[in-house]
């Protein structure tokens, strides 16, 4: 992923060839949706803050629309939600008695990001996201360089080791120091200590490895990442032919090594969408390209295509 | 991967070395997170312990469930009404994110609807708890027995007269005051059948700092009575009257070929059809003579007709 030569400002092309909202859109829209649905959780602990100032004692009108945290909530005090891969680790326990709340919430949440891309919950949905776009930002921008690299793969070994500390201790031990589900809580339930943790993650994003704790380390964006391998939502290089090599997305993208193989795929007859799991489908590829070259999409082939099937499945790389 | 453009060609060039190098970094990596999974095995041997003054809200299971199904999701939190219930952070005497409260600060009010159950998604608290009442939260114990003043001989009965299962869970038990010779104690005593472990007597106790009458998990606050023990007046209150049938005859449960005999000889083997006795055993007649008269006066007289 050689990054020929970045502009000084990232996507400052895709500004001026496509204006100023059409290069930062999905980015806005993304840290939205993150924001709102800390939003939503936040309304009970701000409503709790505000309301005995105002004279009501815990009244909270609009506290019921989401209450919990992305381990498991309840929306509209009605419909469940639960964390899958939460839920995969009770299995794992061996913890059978299950209530059919966190089997529902659980089959929901998996069956949506089975649709919109598994790891649409990191990009979208995410507070650490935040943290770790952040140290890329601010890595960048200090022209921090070097660092440790290690495999992208260790997050796969991640979630088994996970599976099976959750098996030998019989508890869901990982949540013990998870420091996703911990600012997940933390941020609605408040923490102290826990900060420290989050700190860790930004700082080693930002000194020791770009981007080392989402597309490294967290066992979940694995797991997230094993379920979007079958999503229809796609990333698409439709427009690839027009790629003018300015890598700017390289720069961007969260998953680098996910983006060569789709872009010059034409020699190799690779579809132009990219199907491997660990696309996170923030879309800032589509924001930052001038040339317009990648939009979202479905991963199902076009009649064109349909001609190269058979190699156009080989193209994940790790 | 850091070498994810460099492998392909690297495998064409020398498979070789690109399958040991392949086969050492998967090694490395399994090495690197097994010990990152020892690490946090050993560390959830004590972090999963809680403090033993932390208390579970009602219905929690049994802690080792509990640790296997709590999401650490707070929806109970959200929804007790009078905001006792806290998550634990990293860091705290109790599970990273699982929900407790701490009885001396804020004690469990026990709703009658018990609002935090029935939206816990996994059922880590049980959700066939409709009785608040038979909430099993902890135990009551009276543990200052020093400092408690109705064991001064004071009167204060607050943690009795604050019980939610008023008159059940705690009475007050009169005991004679040995230090002053004529008063009575009024000491509190804790049935735990019937203490859910709220802990608002902790709560309201009139002691400063620690109080006297401390909410327990009922594994450190109760014993387990030996299995072969058997309570005979609460198994004669189950069968509602005596065990023992008087006209029922005697019999002792012998293996057979020996049998008991209740004339002083006792117990006797039979071999082959003979019985088999120790001679010594044999009482002799003349034995039979008591030591005294029949008649205990005669005993109790013995020295005054000396006298005489």
Redesign the interface.
């Known amino acids: 992923?050689a990054a020929g030569q970045i502009n000084e400002i990232i996507g400052k092309e895709a500004i001026e060839k496509k204006g100023w909202w059409q290069a930062y859109k999905w980015l806005i829209l993304r840290r939205f949706s993150q924001l709102s649905i800390l939003g939503l959780f936040m309304m009970?602990p701000i409503c709790?803050l505000i309301s005995p100032a105002l004279g009501y004692e815990?009244d909270c009108a609009l506290?019921w629309i989401l209450?919990?945290?992305l381990?498991?909530?309840?929306l509209f005090?009605t419909i469940?939600m639960?964390?899958p891969m939460?839920f995969l680790q009770?299995l794992a326990?061996?913890?059978g008695?299950?209530?059919i709340?966190?089997v529902i919430?659980a089959s929901i949440i998996f069956v949506f990001y089975l649709l919109v891309g598994g790891r649409v919950f990191c990009s979208w949905v995410c507070p650490v996201n935040i943290v770790t776009d952040a140290a890329f930002w601010l890595r960048t921008k200090l022209k921090l360089r070097g660092g440790t690299?290690?495999?992208?793969?260790?997050r796969y070994?991640?979630l088994?080791?996970?599976l099976?500390?959750?098996a030998?201790?019989?508890?869901?031990?990982?949540?013990?120091?998870n420091p996703v589900?911990?600012l997940h809580?933390?941020l609605?339930?408040?923490?102290?200590?826990?900060w420290f943790?989050i700190a860790g993650i930004f700082l080693f994003d930002l000194f020791i490895t770009k981007r080392g704790w989402c597309t490294h380390i967290c066992p979940m964006g694995a797991f997230y990442g094993l379920v979007g391998k079958f999503s229809p939502l796609r990333v698409r290089a439709d427009a690839r032919a027009d790629c003018d090599d300015c890598a700017e997305c390289y720069t961007v993208c969260p998953e680098s090594?996910i983006l060569?193989p789709v872009l010059k795929g034409e020699k190799t007859g690779v579809a132009p969408v990219i199907l491997a799991g660990e696309c996170t489908n923030c879309g800032r590829c589509i924001d930052v390209c001038g040339e317009e070259v990648f939009h979202f999409g479905l991963r199902f082939k076009t009649d064109s295509e349909k001609v190269k099937t058979a190699i156009g499945n080989k193209q994940e790389?790790? | 991967?850091?070498n994810?453009?460099s492998k392909q060609p690297l495998q064409k060039k020398n498979k070789g070395i690109s399958r040991r190098r392949f086969l050492g970094?998967m090694a490395g990596?399994?090495c690197?997170?097994?010990l990152?999974?020892l690490g946090?095995?050993l560390?959830?041997k004590s972090?999963?312990a809680i403090h033993p003054l932390a208390v579970r809200p009602p219905g929690a299971l049994p802690e080792?469930?509990f640790?296997?199904?709590?999401?650490?999701?707070?929806?109970c939190?959200?929804?007790c009404?009078y905001?006792i219930l806290?998550?634990a952070?990293?860091?705290d005497e109790v599970?990273?994110?699982t929900p407790y409260f701490t009885a001396r600060t804020g004690p469990c009010e026990m709703c009658e609807d018990i609002p935090c159950i029935p939206?816990?998604?996994?059922?880590a608290l049980d959700?066939s708890l409709t009785d608040i009442n038979k909430a099993k939260m902890g135990v009551a114990v009276v543990v200052d027995q020093e400092t408690c003043i109705a064991f001064l001989g004071l009167r204060c009965e607050v943690c009795f007269n604050v019980c939610p299962v008023r008159g059940k869970a705690i009475t007050i038990e009169m005991k004679h005051n040995q230090r002053s010779g004529r008063h009575a104690m009024f000491i509190p005593v804790v049935h735990s059948g019937d203490c859910t472990g709220c802990g608002l007597c902790e709560k309201a106790c009139i002691l400063e700092d620690a109080p006297a009458i401390k909410v327990f998990p009922e594994h450190l606050a109760k014993g387990d009575l030996g299995h072969h023990y058997r309570v005979g007046w609460e198994q004669q209150k189950d069968k509602g009257g005596s065990l023992i049938n008087i006209e029922d005859k005697h019999e002792y449960n012998l293996p057979e070929g020996m049998r008991y005999d209740h004339k002083g000889v006792g117990l006797i083997t039979d071999e082959g059809g003979n019985p088999v006795v120790d001679p010594a055993l044999i009482p002799k007649k003349e034995d039979k003579e008591a030591p005294g008269s029949v008649n205990p006066l005669d005993f109790l007289n013995k020295g005054i007709k000396e006298a005489e």
């Open positions: 992923m009970i709790k815990n506290g209450k919990g945290n381990a498991s909530s309840k005090d469940p639960t964390d939460l009770m326990s061996g913890f008695n299950i209530a709340d966190a919430g690299r290690f495999s992208r793969n260790i070994w991640v088994g080791m996970v099976v500390l959750s030998v201790t019989g508890s869901l031990a990982y949540e013990l120091i589900s911990m809580r933390g609605f339930f408040g923490m102290s200590l826990g943790v090594q060569k790389v790790n | 991967m850091s994810s453009q970094d990596t399994a690197g997170v097994g990152l999974g946090i095995g560390y959830s972090a999963n080792k469930d640790l296997a199904a709590c999401t650490r999701c707070g929806i939190v959200r929804d009404p905001d806290k998550l952070e990293i860091g599970p990273t994110g939206n816990c998604p996994t059922g959700h």
